[in-house]
């Protein structure tokens, strides 16, 4: 608890609600621990974390938010955070983490893949959140809200390697498999096969790629 007060609460709250004497500065706003609700699993959509997870997200941090790499912390430290974030809330004494999800081999990538990536981001409407061109500027971009009600903003996939759960493919693929709780982006593991979900991978992965082929001055 000492280490989680000195590290944590000025952005999650000493409660862990979220609520920070930091958190009317950041955006987005830092994860409200009450509710049990975590983006970045390897598990399936709905479930809590495993411990691993939570270890991993804490050493790493996550891209393009406040959450910066805790690496100065030993793992004994981090270990230690574990109960303090699991006594924010009551969905740990319910439930229990879901084991991770069975990752399919990946198909390689190929002018075939990206083109059927291609198909399924229209197909299952990608665009009207992330935007025609991966931009994060579809048309229900602006309103988008968690499940807190605040606002949240489609990720833009021509960024290079800035994907808040890891840039590897195999990172991408957990989110499309595991989806992000708390957020609007569903889970496809019921809807979509294996190899379609690596099409999809090799697709978004393919839009920063081409931005950067063609240097930053092409809009």
């Known amino acids: 608890k000492d280490l989680y007060l000195k590290n944590c609460s000025a952005c999650h709250g000493e409660e862990g609600d979220g609520w920070g004497i930091l958190a009317t500065a950041l955006y987005p706003k830092p994860r409200d621990f009450t509710k049990g609700q975590y983006k970045i699993r390897t598990n399936p959509t709905g479930s809590l974390p495993t411990d691993a997870d939570l ?69 299952k409407e990608c665009w009207k959140c992330h935007g025609e061109k991966g931009h994060g500027d579809g ?37 499309f498999t595991t989806g992000i709780n708390g957020t609007p982006m569903p889970s496809f593991a019921t809807e979509l096969s294996d190899d379609d979900r690596w099409s999809l991978v090799h697709y978004v992965k393919s839009l920063s790629q081409q931005k950067e082929a063609h240097g930053h001055h092409k809009h």
Do not use: C
């Open 55 to 123: 270890i991993h997200v804490i050493y790493v941090g996550i891209h393009g938010t406040s959450m910066i790499p805790w690496d100065i912390l030993d793992m004994e430290q981090i270990e230690s955070l574990l109960p303090v974030l699991k006594s924010f809330s009551e969905a740990w004494q319910y439930r229990k983490p879901e084991p991770p999800v069975k990752i399919g081999r990946e198909i390689p990538s190929s002018k075939q893949s990206i083109a059927r990536g291609r198909e399924l981001y229209v197909e």
């Open 139 to 175: 048309p229900s971009s602006y309103d988008l809200v968690d499940e807190w009600d605040m606002p949240i903003q489609a990720y833009d996939f021509t960024q290079p390697g800035k994907f808040k759960g890891g840039a590897t493919n195999q990172d991408i693929y957990l989110r």
